[in-house]
């Protein structure tokens, strides 16, 4: 039987993963993306390289961010669909919690959303930005 997150469309998927990610709300970010996920944070990104499966983006991703920063926020600007394709041009803003610098940083993310669940994210980032905030 299908489960509630087949029946999203790409860009309802997309922008439910947002939503979750700013209210730390696990559950429904793990409710639109697959099991076999594959999310790729850019070169030169503090986090760069591909993790897979939801747990593994958490302790790979998240959970360092939350670690290391205040008030890690994507603002998800603007969003452009094609099909199964939903790339979303953004920014970063934080601090850091080492250096108590603020930083922001452009950001594009590509989604591939397949049932109501995103299989894919591809992040292009201002790393520069994000690096010049942690020295």
Do not use: C
């Not at 029946?7 to 993963?17: G, H, L």
């Not at 939503?19 to 760069?48: C, H, K, N, Y």
């Not at 302790?59 to 099909?83: K, R």
């Not at 993310?109 to 397949?114: A, D, L």
């Amino acid at each position: 039987m299908p489960s509630a997150g087949d029946f999203r469309s790409p860009t309802e998927a997309v922008r439910a993963q947002y939503i979750a990610s700013a209210t730390g709300d696990l559950e429904l970010w793990r409710s639109v993306v697959a099991e076999d996920v594959e999310w790729t944070e850019a070169a030169g990104f503090p986090l760069a390289g591909t993790y897979r499966t939801p747990g593994g983006i958490i302790d790979g991703v998240f959970t360092p961010l939350a670690q290391e920063w205040d008030d890690w926020t994507t603002h998800d600007d603007t969003y452009v669909t094609d099909g199964e394709r939903v790339v979303v041009l953004a920014r970063y803003t934080a601090r850091n919690k080492t250096t108590g610098k603020t930083m922001v940083a452009r950001v594009a993310h590509s989604f591939i959303v397949r049932s109501g669940r995103i299989v894919r994210m591809e992040q292009i980032v201002d790393s520069a930005s994000v690096r010049d905030a942690m020295v």
